[in-house]
């Protein structure tokens, strides 16, 4: 489907000089002459290499709509990860660096989306937020205020967060998978 340079949205596919790529920022600019612009930052889905391109209002780009599939994960292997199909039960096997940070943040039967592009897995869709323990926390250093301090600890998949001072060591705790950050204390 063929879409104005100016509607092109953060999250769409487009295929674009014969690759596809994934709208990561936008900005739209109005400079006070000549035509207005869409300024788009991409991450190509088959490489990871990532451009900056401008896209006047009176270009067609075109958009691809991926499928997306329902897959429950398995297991790691060396580097490679394992899927299997909700509906067909098969088993489907991809490059750990597909899914980059995020993989540390798998866990045994967590349902993922795969998305594809003609039956080829383009890129997995982690849940947005997961639970994870605290395995380490530093100490409180005694007079720092609660509202504007964090301090570092450590998850049990190996991950780095900042986590408000009251939190310790055993403390289940909710996580934002794509940014890495501390939500809340779990329930």
Known sequence: MKISGVD????????FEGGLWRAVKIQHTQPGKGGAYMQVEMKNLMDGRKTNNRFRSDEKVERVRLDTKDFTYLYT?????????KDSYEQITLQRDMLGDAAAFLQDGMDVILELHEERPISVQLPDQVEATIVEADAVVKGQTASSSYKPALLDNGVRIMVPPHIGTGTRVVVDVYSQEYVKRAD
Not at 8 to 15: A, F, Q, V
């Open 8 to 15: 092109i949205r953060p999250g769409n596919i487009l295929e």
């Open 77 to 85: 292997d060396g580097d490679m990860l394992v899927f299997m199909d």
